[in-house]
């Protein structure tokens, strides 16, 4: 064996165990990184208004998708949208329309929540009834039967 090459396999294995722990550290770092992202999220959609009824928005839909409510009460939803902006059917843009005029609310309702962001909101519907809301800025709108929801008024 030549000269060379035995000094190019001695400071391989010199550099071996050096190499590990690059790995490692490598490996930590990424995980790391990972786990604070999904922990930071997480922490972002804790709801401003904890009195409120809590409503995620995403494109599975509307969870809770039922609220019930009494006439003449006032019903405060905090609306959460965990969606990125890097979703190509509407920007992870999302909204909660209730027509006017349904449920005794005096005109349309429609509140727009940007992507990964909340809006709290209050109505008060008037009269018993079954009424249905949507999401209407993407995910197929009105015709997409998973962005939709129902208010039980009794």
């Known amino acids: 064996m030549s000269r060379s090459k035995k000094h190019n396999e001695k400071l391989k294995a ?9 790995f490692i550290v490598i490996v930590i770092a990424i995980f790391g990184s ?18 409120a009824i809590k409503m995620t928005i995403s ?9 019930r409510a ?22 992870g843009v999302h909204n909660f329309f209730l027509s006017g005029g349904l449920a ?7 509140i727009t929540v940007l ?8 109505f008060t519907p008037t009269k018993p009834g079954e009424y249905h809301w949507y999401c ?8 997409n039967p998973g962005m939709h929801g129902t208010l039980i008024v009794a």
């Not at 010199?14 to 690059?22: A, H, T």
């Not at 999904?38 to 804790?46: C, Q, R």
């Not at 494109?59 to 609220?67: D, L, S």
């Not at 992507?115 to 209050?122: D, G, L, M, Y």
Request: glycine residues 8%; hydrophobic residues 35%.
């Open 14 to 22: 010199k550099n071996q165990p050096y190499m590990s722990i690059l």
């Open 34 to 51: 990972a786990i604070y992202l999904i922990m930071s999220k997480s922490a972002a959609l804790e709801p401003v208004d904890k009195d």
């Open 59 to 67: 494109m599975a839909g509307f969870e809770p998708n039922i609220i």
């Open 70 to 91: 009494k006439a003449g009460q006032p019903v405060t939803i905090n609306l959460i949208n965990p969606d990125n902006s890097h979703h190509t059917d509407g920007g």
């Open 104 to 110: 005794g609310v005096m005109s349309n309702l429609n």
């Open 115 to 122: 992507p990964e962001s909340q809006k709290v909101f209050t």
């Open 136 to 143: 209407d800025s993407c995910c197929g709108g009105k015709e």
